[in-house]
C-alpha cells in the first residue's frame, strides 16, 4: 500500500535559517503529493501541492518539488521565521472509488528560536 | 465562511461513557473524513463518507461509528469510551470536482481524554 516517510523531529533552528525537511513516498499509481502545516492548537492546512512529476509546489517562501525518480517531496526555506514553529505533515493522495484517499507522514516538528 | 466546524473543542470521559463528536462544512463538500492523530503516528482515517448517504470504514474504525445526517454534516460516536480512545480528533472534507478536488480541509479538532 502507500506510504509516505518523513524524517523525524524536532527540528530546531535559528531565525533565518535554511530548512530542509524530508520526505519520501511509496505508491502504486501516480499521486498528487502535498505539505500540510499544522500550528499549535488547530487543524492541518494546505501548505503546497504538486500534481505531477517536475511540479514544484511553493507557498509562503516554502518550495518542494515532486520527484519521481528519487520518490521524495522535500520541503525547503531559504529562511525560516519565528512564525513558521509548526508541524509539517507530507502527505500523498490517490483519486479512486469516488473519494480522496489520504495517506500522511508522521509529521515533524519544526521550532524557530530567536 | 466558517469552513469546517467541530463541536466540542475538548471533552473529558470517563470509561464505558458514550458521547457524539459533531462536524459540519458550510463549502459544499461532498466527501467528508474523521482521523485521529496520536504523538508519533501520524493521522489515522477512521471513518470516512464519499458521499451523502454512503460511510466507509477507514484505518482504525474500532469502537467507533458515524453517521453522515445530511450533506454539511458527518458524525463521530463513541459507543463506550476507553482510554486507548485518548486522542486528538479531526474532521476534514474535500469537494468532488475543480483544481481542489485533491485538498482535505480540516477542522480545528476535538482533544478527547478517557480516564
Known amino acids: 500500500g502507500d506510504s509516505v516517510t518523513q524524517m523525524e523531529g524536532p527540528v530546531t533552528l535559528s531565525e533565518e535559517a535554511f530548512l530542509t525537511i524530508n520526505c519520501t513516498y511509496t505508491?502504486?499509481?501516480?499521486?498528487?503529493l502535498f505539505w500540510y502545516v499544522q500550528y499549535p492548537g488547530e487543524g492541518l492546512q494546505l501548505l503546497l501541492k504538486?500534481?505531477?512529476?517536475?511540479d514544484k509546489g511553493s507557498n509562503k517562501g516554502f518550495e518542494a518539488t515532486y520527484r519521481k525518480e528519487t520518490t521524495s517531496f522535500h520541503l525547503e526555506k531559504g529562511s525560516v521565521q519565528v512564525s513558521d514553529s509548526a508541524v509539517y505533515f507530507c502527505?500523498?493522495?490517490?483519486?479512486?472509488?469516488?473519494?480522496?484517499?489520504?495517506?500522511f507522514g508522521t509529521g515533524t516538528k519544526l521550532q524557530v528560536i530567536p | 465562511n466558517a469552513g469546517v466546524t467541530q463541536t466540542p473543542k475538548f471533552q473529558v470521559l470517563k470509561t464505558g461513557q458514550s458521547m457524539t463528536l459533531q462536524c459540519a462544512q458550510d463549502?459544499?463538500?461532498?466527501?467528508m473524513y474523521w482521523y485521529r492523530q496520536d504523538p508519533g503516528m501520524g493521522l489515522r482515517l477512521i471513518y470516512y463518507?464519499?458521499?451523502?448517504?454512503?460511510?466507509d470504514k477507514g484505518e482504525v474504525p474500532n469502537g467507533y461509528n458515524v453517521s453522515r445526517l445530511n450533506k454539511r454534516e458527518f458524525s463521530l460516536r463513541l459507543e463506550s469510551a476507553a482510554p486507548s480512545q485518548t486522542s486528538v480528533y479531526f474532521c476534514?472534507?474535500?469537494?468532488?470536482?475543480?483544481?481542489?478536488?485533491?485538498?482535505?480541509?480540516f477542522g480545528a479538532g476535538t482533544r478527547l481524554s478517557v480516564l
Open positions: 476534514a472534507s474535500t469537494p468532488l470536482r475543480g483544481s481542489n478536488r485533491n485538498i482535505q480541509y
Open positions: 502527505a500523498l493522495s490517490d483519486l479512486g472509488g469516488g473519494y480522496q484517499k489520504v495517506t
Open positions: 504538486a500534481t505531477k512529476a517536475d
Open positions: 463549502m459544499n463538500h461532498n466527501s
Open positions: 463518507s464519499a458521499s451523502e448517504g454512503t460511510t
Open positions: 505508491a502504486t499509481g501516480y499521486p498528487s
